[in-house]
């Protein structure tokens, strides 16, 4: 009887204390997990943001507080300085001269855009707006490697902005919209 009483009463501890096993297996299952995923997440925004980064080269005025997310967000916009196969763009006067391609280009404003200046030319080249609040140097890179550099622009307001490149370099292109210099226009 008093063995029989003893397996009642033992009966609800085991299962006590298997409910008990159960539980720490779960919690130590998700710790597991959780930690798993940090390190994945960890992981790739470190490589997220290697890769943004590395190419930072001119000054970036927004770019600096722009957060990964924000910049994935960010519209993308491509600028080319004198991109093979010519080495830049053919003038009227038949000559290839300095030029960033596009020379002209539309923005709206309260977009964020990341603007990446790819340098095929030997040489320095900026793109300089300061009613844009910007000023970019694009470092000399050469027509197989160019070099990368990145600013970020949320236009404020509406207009006909001239952005122009600041160093000295081809003095027609300087002077000519669509090569060393031209406009963006920010729509409402
Ligand atoms: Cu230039």
Known sequence: MSSGSTIVSQGPREAESHRLRGLVTLVTGVVLVAAVVFAITAGVGAI????????VTGTAPAASAAT???DLAAVQIKLAVNPPPLGGVKGPDGLVHDAFVPGSFTMTVGTTYDVTIYNYDTQSHSWMSPSLNVDAVAPAGSATSPSVTHFTITPKSAGTFQWFCALPCDKWAMAHNGFMRGFVTVKA
Request: aromatic share 10%.
């Open 48 to 55: 997220w943001h290697k890769v943004t980064a590395t190419p």
């Open 68 to 70: 990964p997310a924000a």
